[in-house]
């Protein structure tokens, strides 16, 4: 048998209030030898996508019977969702094959969160860039990890 995914809105912010408690239904029914928990392969929560939760499952019906009677739950969104539309916010990618030096760069995490940078050099093997922060009144280098910068503007040459 063959799964599908299927999209169900839930009030935003009660995404994984809305899997934990078909989760938690799903093994008690489980224990009742109940179709419904056999049926339901997998929920998924994807922190990006707001006030959806997706399901696999064979067919809608399951899925509807799953979340029926929660209080956060809106509507199920009618037909299939695609599995290359879910995957690609499953596999993250490194940042680091994107960046170069001389890109402008936000800081999101640590001490010079919001500052802004420019790459002076990219350690791959490590995910690691070093920076001169653009606020400073002085050059000053500071090593951090690529998950901890955002892209404001690349580099124009080749440099």
Do not use: C
Not at 107 to 135: C, H, Q, W, Y
Not at 136 to 151: F, K
Request: charged share 25%; aromatic share 6%.
């Amino acid at each position: 048998m063959q799964s599908r995914f299927f999209a169900v809105k839930t009030t935003g912010g009660q995404e994984r209030n809305v899997a934990k408690f078909v989760g938690n239904r799903l093994e008690r029914d489980e224990t009742e030898n109940s179709i419904i928990s056999s049926a339901i392969r997998s929920i998924v929560v994807i922190d990006s996508l707001k006030g959806y939760v997706f399901f696999e499952a064979p067919n809608a019906q399951v899925v509807s019977d799953a979340i029926s009677g929660f209080k956060h739950v809106k509507n199920m969104i009618p037909g299939i969702v695609p599995y290359e539309d879910i995957e690609k916010f499953l596999v993250t990618r490194s940042i680091v094959s994107e960046i170069s030096i001389n890109d402008i760069v936000e800081i999101t995490s640590g001490p010079f969160k919001n500052m802004k940078a420019k790459i002076s050099r990219v350690e791959v093997g490590r995910s690691e860039v070093t920076i001169m922060l653009l606020d400073a009144p002085y050059q000053l280098p500071v090593t951090v990890d690529v998950n901890g910068i955002r892209i404001v503007e690349k580099s124009k040459g080749n440099d």
